[in-house]
């Protein structure tokens, strides 16, 4: 796994439970586990920036306060517009970004392996283009 896909876990797990966290604290965590993750001081930054901007999973507050943006626990029983739309596009990169932390970018991988990747990229392409073009009215 690469040091961005640890991290992003281990910030995914700190996250979890919808609370603000303050950077200190994922920073914390991210030390506990390895000190080499953060060889670089500004890599986690980098990271949550990523996580924020480009994926949209987490949410921060003023400066050095992240929150995991998460679905609400109970389901409205209309499904019916944009609402509906962004939670399950939410709820697919979520399982999307989850699967591909899995896998480990570098030149030593497989051509299976590559295969694998470039079959889920396209998948997820397609299914977010299905996503949002879907209608139910």
Request: charged fraction near 35%; hydrophobic fraction near 35%; glycine fraction near 4%.
């Amino acid at each position: 796994m690469s040091k961005m896909s640890v991290i992003e876990e281990i910030i995914f797990e700190v996250l979890e439970d919808g609370e603000w966290h303050s950077i200190e604290e994922i920073k914390g965590k991210v030390l506990e586990h390895d000190k080499l993750l953060l060889e670089n001081k500004n890599f986690l930054n980098v990271v949550l920036n990523r996580i924020k901007t480009k994926k949209k999973l987490i949410e921060s507050e003023g400066r050095g306060k992240y929150k995991m943006i998460q679905r609400s626990t109970e389901e409205p029983r209309d499904f019916r517009g944009n609402n509906s739309q962004e939670k399950m596009l939410l709820c697919w990169r979520n399982f999307y970004n989850k699967t591909m932390s899995k896998y480990e970018l570098s030149y030593d991988m497989t051509e299976e392996q590559f295969k694998e990747g470039k079959w889920l990229y396209e998948l997820n392409k397609e299914m977010e283009n299905l996503i949002k073009s879907f209608d139910i009215s």
